[in-house]
């Protein structure tokens, strides 16, 4: 431990002591202060597959394209399965929107029933060109 000795004017005429943190003692603090960077570890692993909610309530299928840190704040890189990549998001790591497991899985285990949309659009024939207009 290395003793440093400092006078200040007015004061007593005994020097006062600091001793200088260590090496040691300084790498733990910057470990210390990484770590409070990010309160929550990742619980998703890159190219894993899990469900997202969109605006917090609807379903989706995702995928953990990465992790990156914002603002101090570790996120994932979420893209959802088969739309652009303009829709991708960065969601920080411990929100309760991601879901382990598919979106079948995470309907029945929450009382969700699943849209019926595929279903309701065959069933509207003037959407499908079956009107009697015709055409030139």
């Known amino acids: 431990m290395t003793k440093v000795g400092l006078v200040l004017l007015g004061a007593p005429s005994k020097p006062a002591t600091f001793s200088k943190p260590s090496f040691f003692e300084e790498e733990i603090k910057s470990e210390n202060s990484k770590s ?3 309160a929550a570890e ?3 692993a890159v190219n894993e597959k899990c469900v997202c909610l969109y605006q917090e309530t609807v379903p989706y299928e995702a995928k953990i394209m990465g992790m990156k840190e ?3 704040i570790q996120h994932y890189l979420v893209h ?3 739309y652009g990549r303009r829709h991708d998001e960065k969601i920080p ?5 991601l879901h382990k497991g598919t979106v079948d899985e995470y309907r ?3 009382d969700i ?8 659009d065959s069933d509207d024939s003037s959407c499908h060109g ?7």
């Not at 790591?93 to 929107?97: A, D, E, H, K, L």
């Not at 079956?130 to 030139?136: D, F, L």
């Open 108 to 110: 029945r285990v929450n």
């Open 36 to 38: 409070d960077m990010s």
């Open 80 to 82: 959802y399965q088969g």
């Open 42 to 44: 990742p619980i998703f």
């Open 130 to 136: 079956n009107s009697s207009i015709a055409y030139n």
């Open 70 to 72: 914002v603002n101090g």
């Open 113 to 120: 029933e699943e849209s019926n949309k595929d279903t309701e």
């Open 93 to 97: 790591f411990g929100s309760n929107r």
